[in-house]
């Protein structure tokens, strides 16, 4: 049986499943039939076989991660906090319940304390959930602790749980939601991991059965014959052609410099080993994702320097924090919206906590003087002139030399002369660009089909940026997904893209392709596209 849904890379995986339990909901308040004694005593003993499972784990894993296991082990054994379950369960509610507003009471005091124990509180919630798995019955929420390697199938993961994979297990990654350009398929990408999403068929897979993820035609066979494995592992070798590191260029030599989305400093080794001339998007909201508070602004410096020391002399774009929709801040609450994508995200959301993004830029301008790197700095998010000249003209008065935007809505474009008469540079995300312009959210397995870059609507933005690149005299890059696709990659540079920035792992292929085509060329394959009428039109045409 073959399953399809859309490739992150270009990678090939063959393993077993492990699916990933659904997250636990919130347990209601009803009052409970059970009497106290009892009630207490099934509470008692799921803690105690959490505390047990935790402290194994610790001693299975060593290092590092026994510490924060053996700590949630004695988080279990908390007597305050046992007190405190007994006298809500002598109350009328059930234990699931007073497990739950235990823990989430000693979360909250802990977050208001701030600092490395707010940092704990998230490993507070983590054995709270594990508590009440245990009283329910299911399965453990979170990457299950399994010791072989193994493909994981969920419906979807938080970035959060992306980052953290441990890679040494994990083959690869099918999701049921999530299209090619959701967080999940975007850290995925970064980490190399083989990854199709929007495989809404991947819920009848169950533990155990074996499959083949092939990544570059999105594809996942069920059960595959030896001959399926050979054929993949054939087409995986026939596609890794030796290339030089250099710096990006077309036939004609015209320069395209080949540039890295990373997402914190320990992204940058890899980055630098594939060769990235510099950074073009660092996505600094990754770090702060399970940051209960706003980083202060020493504490940024610190993150900012070490990418910054990296690139001595280099180019490094950095993006203000884009918080809101898959990626929400703690620190920059959006309140409840029913459509977050088109909500308080990006620029906007920083914008109403402004002091905020005065703190980031303050510390990007600092570690900028402390470093010889060539630091730029730009919004998410933008959507025109006025918003424009807001950000170039706040990140300018706190000291920032280079101030561009990125042109993610489709307004931005459509305003392209204005925006860059006041940017010093404008950087095109195109996987928000894609999301907005065909209003398909990029999260939905459901829409993930209009989730394609190729389409010519979208090309046809990302001409007038271009366009307007070209007549101001100012740079235009891409940094959303569509710049590792190495075909597209030459149709953007066609529409007047002066750099590429995409995730490391991409950067050999799309190397490779820029120096079989001229400039001229590149703008013959781009009038092809635009002229198609559908992403695959689009996409033969430049092919053939
Ligand atoms: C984009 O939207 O293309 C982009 C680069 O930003 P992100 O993927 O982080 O939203
Ligand atoms: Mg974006």
Same mark, same amino acid.
């Given at each position: 049986?073959?399953?399809?849904?859309?490739?992150?890379?270009?990678?090939?995986?063959?393993?077993?499943?492990?699916?990933?339990?659904?997250?636990?909901?919130?347990?209601?308040?009803?009052?409970?039939?059970?009497?106290?004694?009892?009630?207490?005593?099934?509470?008692?003993?799921?803690?105690?076989?959490?505390?047990?499972?935790?402290?194994?784990?610790?001693?299975?894993?060593?290092?590092?991660?026994?510490?924060?296991?053996?700590? @949630?082990?004695?988080?279990?054994?908390?007597?305050?906090?046992?007190?405190?379950?007994?006298?809500?369960?002598?109350?009328?509610?059930?234990?699931?319940?007073?497990?739950?507003?235990?823990?989430?009471?000693?979360?909250?005091?802990?977050?208001?304390?701030?600092?490395?124990?707010?940092?704990?509180?998230s490993?507070?919630?983590?054995?709270?959930?594990?508590t009440?798995?245990?009283l329910?019955?299911?399965?453990?929420?979170?990457?299950?602790?399994?010791?072989?390697?193994?493909?994981?199938?969920a419906?979807?993961?938080?970035?959060?749980d992306?980052?953290?994979?441990?890679?040494?297990?994990?083959?690869?990654?099918?999701?049921?939601?999530?299209?090619?350009?959701?967080?999940?398929?975007?850290?995925?990408?970064?980490?190399?991991?083989?990854?199709?999403?929007?495989?809404?068929?991947?819920?009848?897979?169950?533990?155990?059965?074996?499959?083949? !993820?092939?990544?570059?035609?999105g594809?996942?066979?069920?059960?595959?014959?030896?001959?399926?494995?050979?054929?993949?592992?054939?087409?995986?070798?026939?596609?890794?052609?030796a290339?030089?590191?250099?710096?990006?260029?077309?036939?004609?030599?015209?320069?395209?410099?080949?540039?890295?989305?990373?997402?914190?400093?320990?992204?940058v080794?890899?980055?630098?080993?594939?060769?990235?001339?510099?950074?073009?998007?660092?996505?600094?909201?990754?770090?702060?994702?399970?940051?209960?508070?706003?980083?202060?602004?020493?504490?940024?410096?610190?993150?900012?320097?070490?990418?910054?020391?990296?690139?001595?002399?280099?180019?490094?774009?950095?993006?203000t924090?884009?918080?809101?929709?898959?990626?929400?801040?703690?620190?920059?609450?959006?309140?409840?919206?029913?459509?977050?994508?088109l909500?308080?995200?990006?620029?906007?959301?920083?914008?109403?906590?402004? @002091?905020?993004?005065?703190?980031?830029?303050?510390a990007? !301008?600092?570690?900028?003087?402390?470093?010889?790197?060539?630091?730029?700095?730009?919004?998410?998010m933008?959507?025109?002139?006025?918003?424009?000249?807001?950000?170039?003209?706040?990140?300018?008065?706190?000291?920032v030399?280079?101030?561009?935007?990125?042109?993610?809505?489709?307004?931005?474009?459509?305003?392209?002369?204005?925006?860059?008469?006041i940017?010093?540079?404008?950087?095109i995300?195109?996987?928000?660009?894609?999301?907005?312009?065909?209003?398909?959210d990029?999260?939905l397995?459901?829409?993930?089909?209009?989730q394609?870059?190729?389409?010519?609507?979208?090309?046809?933005?990302?001409?007038?940026?271009?366009d307007?690149?070209? @007549?101001?005299g100012?740079?235009?890059?891409?940094?959303?997904?569509?710049?590792?696709?190495?075909?597209?990659?030459?149709?953007?540079?066609?529409?007047?893209?002066?750099?590429?920035?995409?995730?490391?792992?991409?950067?050999?292929?799309?190397?490779?392709?820029?120096?079989?085509?001229?400039?001229?060329?590149?703008?013959?394959?781009?009038?092809?596209?635009?002229?198609?009428?559908?992403?695959?039109?689009?996409?033969?045409?430049?092919?053939?």
């Open positions: 049986m073959r399953l399809q849904g859309i490739g992150v890379g270009r990678g090939i995986a063959h393993g077993p499943v492990v699916r990933m339990p659904d997250p636990i909901p919130e347990p209601g308040t009803e009052i409970r039939d059970a009497d106290a004694g009892t009630e207490f005593a099934r509470a008692g003993a799921a803690l105690q076989e959490v505390a047990t499972d935790l402290a194994e784990r610790a001693d299975r894993a060593g290092g590092e991660a026994k510490g924060v296991l053996d700590a @949630q082990s004695m988080m279990a054994q908390d007597p305050s906090l046992i007190d405190d379950i007994r006298s809500r369960i002598s109350t009328g509610r059930t234990a699931e319940r007073a497990v739950f507003e235990a823990f989430h009471g000693f979360q909250q005091m802990l977050i208001s304390m701030g600092g490395y124990m707010a940092e704990r509180a490993d507070l919630g983590d054995v709270s959930q594990r009440i798995a245990r329910r019955g299911v399965a453990a929420p979170g990457v299950p602790d399994v010791d072989h390697p193994f493909v994981l199938v419906h979807d993961l938080a970035p959060a992306t980052a953290s994979l441990d890679l040494a297990r994990v083959l690869g990654l099918i999701t049921l939601g999530g299209g090619p350009t959701s967080h999940t398929a975007i850290l995925a990408r970064s980490q190399a991991i083989v990854a199709v999403v929007g495989v809404t068929d991947a819920a009848s897979l169950v533990d155990g059965t074996d499959v083949l !993820v092939d990544a570059s035609d594809s996942v066979i069920v059960e595959p014959t030896t001959a399926d494995v050979e054929a993949a592992e054939q087409r995986l070798a026939a596609r890794r052609v290339v030089p590191i250099g710096p990006g260029k077309l036939a004609d030599g015209t320069e395209v410099p080949l540039l890295a989305n990373i997402g914190s400093p320990a992204d080794a890899d980055a630098l080993a594939r060769g990235a001339e510099g950074i073009g998007l660092f996505r600094t909201e990754f770090m702060f994702l399970g940051a209960e508070k706003a980083p202060t602004v020493a504490e940024q410096q610190e993150q900012y320097r070490a990418v910054f020391d990296a690139f001595a002399g280099r180019k490094v774009v950095v993006r924090l884009d918080a809101g929709s898959d990626k929400p801040l703690v620190f920059l609450p959006t309140g409840q919206e029913d459509n977050p994508a909500g308080l995200r990006g620029l906007r959301a920083t914008r109403a906590n402004e @002091q905020i993004l005065r703190d980031q830029l303050t990007i !301008v600092a570690a900028t003087a402390e470093t010889g790197a060539d630091v730029s700095v730009m919004a998410p933008v959507a025109d002139a006025a918003e424009t000249e807001y950000f170039v003209t706040l990140a300018r008065s706190v000291g030399q280079t101030a561009g935007v990125m042109a993610e809505v489709p307004s931005c474009a459509l305003m392209a002369g204005q925006v860059l008469g940017a010093d540079f404008v950087s995300g195109t996987n928000d660009l894609t999301q907005y312009t065909l209003a398909a990029r999260l397995g459901s829409v993930a089909a209009y394609d870059p190729w389409h010519p609507a979208v090309l046809r933005l990302v001409k007038l940026l271009g307007a690149g070209i @007549q101001s100012r740079p235009v890059g891409v940094c959303g997904e569509a710049a590792a696709d190495p075909l597209l990659a030459v149709v953007l540079v066609g529409l007047g893209a002066t750099s590429l920035s995409m995730a490391p792992s991409a950067l050999a292929d799309v190397r490779t392709e820029l120096r079989q085509h001229t400039l001229e060329h590149a703008r013959a394959l781009a009038v092809r596209a635009l002229d198609a009428s559908s992403p695959a039109e689009a996409r033969a045409a430049v092919r053939d």
